[in-house]
């Protein structure tokens, strides 16, 4: 799981009250059919494990400022126990705290809490891990394998989906809800699925068949949904594969490295590796349209990354954002790249800083 892994401007007031009476539009913040620009950068910083301290902090693009601390800054008062997930879905962004088990929805502009909901059933955590927003709805997925559904107008509970072992990722795409089954807390006996649940009916229709302890996934322009199974740490290595939604089944996976994480933009998948031989990070670059690799380097002009813990693409100018943990160690950093690979610019972060995510106007 993410925290067993050693290990994301003002709005008048008229706005906020129009657009709190109906649906979030899906070309949102994240998955947008036009060319916006980004305005900022949110960084969700997990913290340390069980510290209670996990942040966000605010990038402004307009100036290259950086605000610490963001959320205590606007509410006065910390964001809880371990960062797990921030995504913009409209007017709101939606932040999940696995331990402390709560969704904190906060206007995704002035960053003022709207809603705090927990996640709680009888008594028991449910420990969300992943967050997604489709057709005015936001999906959570939880490690009690659950995926509830919540309106985004009343924020009340429009119904909750059982799905596998363990969910650590959620995704919308092709017109259904796809969750990977990691089993993290289920060792040795890792789940190895990927549930498709269908929006319309709100029921999973599948489980499909992608290999051990599967995580992160993305979609490609092309239909394709990459994902990594992170195997089980010994003779399964972690691989990024691809699934096939028409046919169900993994069209390919990628033998040639240990895949960690990644982004994709337009073309191209950002694809951070580590190498435990020589302690070194690296990102390499594919090319989701050939499937092939374009370099197996991303960065070059020789900067070196400690420990990549997050990577995202600017949607307005594809730069490549990549977090570093510093070791777990401490504040973190948000290093800026141009396409080219050089290092733009760097900026502080929190503990541990997990998901990046842009505002966009």
Request: aromatic share 10%; with cysteine.
């Amino acid at each position: 799981m993410k925290s067993h892994h050693t290990l994301i401007l003002g709005i008048a007031t008229l706005a906020a009250v129009f657009t709190s009476c109906k649906k979030e539009p899906d070309d949102d913040n994240n998955n947008t059919p036009h060319t916006p620009k980004s305005a900022a950068v949110y960084v969700l910083n997990q913290g340390s494990f069980s510290g209670n301290n996990a942040s966000v902090t605010l990038i402004n693009l307009e100036n290259d400022s950086v605000t610490a601390d963001y959320f205590m800054a606007k509410n006065n008062r910390g964001l809880g126990d371990t960062g797990a997930d921030l995504f913009i879905y409209g007017s709101k962004a939606y932040i999940i705290t696995n331990v402390s088990s709560q969704l904190e929805v906060v206007d995704a502009v002035t960053f003022t809490s709207i809603r705090q909901i927990p996640f709680i059933k009888d008594g028991v955590p449910q420990q969300p891990s992943a967050i997604t927003g489709y057709q005015g709805n936001i999906w959570v997925a939880a490690y009690d394998g659950s995926v509830t559904v919540i309106d985004t107008v009343s924020f009340n509970t429009v119904k909750v989906i059982q799905a596998g072992l363990n969910p650590d990722a959620i995704l919308a795409a092709g017109g259904k809800i796809w969750v990977s089954n990691s089993g993290g807390f289920n060792f040795p006996n890792y789940d190895n699925t990927v549930s498709v649940i269908d929006p319309v009916t709100l029921t999973e229709t599948e489980k499909i068949v992608v290999g051990t302890n599967p995580y992160t996934m993305h979609a490609d322009a092309y239909g394709d949904i990459y994902i990594i199974t992170r195997g089980n740490y010994g003779d399964e290595k972690m691989r990024l594969r691809i699934i096939d939604p028409a046919t169900k089944t993994i069209k390919k996976t990628f033998e040639d490295f240990e895949a960690y994480n990644f982004t994709i933009k337009g073309d191209t998948a950002y694809v951070y590796r580590y190498d435990y031989t020589t302690l070194i990070s690296s990102i390499l670059m594919l090319n989701v349209k050939t499937e092939e690799i374009i370099r197996d380097t991303f960065i070059t002009d020789g900067t070196q990354i400690e420990t990549v813990y997050g990577i995202s693409a600017n949607p307005s100018n594809d730069d490549v954002y990549i977090s570093d943990a510093k070791g777990y160690q401490g504040q973190g950093m948000v290093y800026r790249y141009g396409t080219d690979g050089r290092l733009k610019s760097t900026f502080p972060a929190g503990v541990n800083p997990v998901a990046i995510r842009f505002l966009l106007k």
